[in-house]
């Protein structure tokens, strides 16, 4: 386990069981405050906040100004080999999502999250098409493609 206290309020790059993130780790929720059977982080990026649990935690070190995994994007998939089909999907990828109802969204691929760590929610995927910023969720999604790069 990690003392993530000694973290709160400094600059971080973690790396989970299925995604990495960095930011500014604002906030460690521990079991008793929260009511759940696992503590949360709440980490801050340039897209936003994002909530994840402790035990996903593989590793957490601080990043300083010249850390080369600061990057366009916050959250980026370890290894994506889940129900989507996914493996290895970089973060510089440009992503064609086909959706079940035939619509298709062409953008920059932002994150992956799975269902543990979007709880209670679905496995879902975010991209980026013309600065708008959609989720979408594994019961939606018909097909992922990468089509190129930014």
């Avoid at 992956?112 to 979007?118: E, G, K, P, Q, R």
Wanted: aromatic share 12%; glycine share 6%.
């Amino acid at each position: 386990m990690f003392e993530f206290n000694n973290y709160l309020n400094k600059q971080v790059f973690i790396t989970c069981t299925n995604f990495r993130v960095s930011g500014k780790l604002l906030e460690y929720i521990n079991t008793e405050d929260s009511g759940r059977s696992d503590a949360e982080l709440e980490v801050e990026t340039q897209f936003g906040l994002r909530n994840f649990y402790a035990s996903s935690v593989e590793s957490i070190e601080l990043l300083s100004s010249e850390h080369p995994t600061l990057t366009s994007h916050d959250m980026y998939p370890k290894s994506c080999s889940g129900t989507l089909g996914i493996n290895e999907l970089p973060f510089d990828a440009v992503i064609c999502v086909t959706l079940k109802d035939g619509k298709s969204f062409v953008g920059d691929y932002v994150s992956w999250t799975s269902a543990l760590d979007n709880e209670p929610d679905d496995e879902s995927i975010s991209i980026r098409v013309d600065g708008t910023l959609y989720e979408m969720f594994l019961d939606e999604i018909e097909s992922v493609k990468e089509v190129g790069k930014y």
